[in-house]
């Protein structure tokens, strides 16, 4: 039996971001997705949190009699993995992450929540808009995005993986950024992946941030070639 891979989404997306990659990585694992409470088509009451997101996946682990899992998490979703290592660390084999940002401080959080406005992105950047309107189905789009911003400014103010937490993390972690990713710096992923006792970093050249734009082999590759270590 192949060993199970879960792959997490990123913020403002769905589990659907991974339909290629689980054609591609089908013949090597068994592939889980879910979607983060309030993405895609699942609901939610409750203001995100990555403990929220955490504890959707242990559920999900849980309902699905998953006893142990490997996990790619791309930008949110490597963050949502780590908190989950942290918190249910028997749970979790390796985690690859790709895109995840770190550096989470008022300034940061600023600049990332001034780009999170629905009405302006709805004006000025309409194929957006209806993109997210396409992908978030029982939610409406603009309150998931409300929601991604003020989990963002309570990043910013504190509620983030300290690297003294990320010390006491003892899995085989994988750091994936690329060289052409204007969200997240090597830097602040370099300085998160020495954090952890057993991280590494990988760098990949001219790879931007957004997933859809990332050649689907250079994921499965790095996926393949970290956990087959």
Known sequence: ??????????????????????????????????????????????????????????DYLEENNIEKVHIFGYSMGGYVALCLAKKHPERVKKIITLGTKFAWNEETAAKEVKMLNPEKIEEKVPAFAKKLAAIHTYTDWKEVMRKTAMMMQELGNGKKLTLQELACIHHKVLIGIGSNDHMVSIEESKEHADALPNGGLKTLDDIPHMIDMIPVEKIQTMILDFISK
């Open 1 to 58: 039996m192949n060993q199970q891979l879960l792959l997490l989404h990123g913020a403002l997306g769905s589990k659907e971001q991974f339909k290629d990659i689980k054609e591609r990585l089908s013949s090597d694992f068994e592939i889980h997705t879910l979607n983060f409470e309030g993405h895609g088509n699942r609901a939610s009451s409750q203001g995100f949190s990555m403990d929220l997101f955490a504890n959707n996946v242990f």
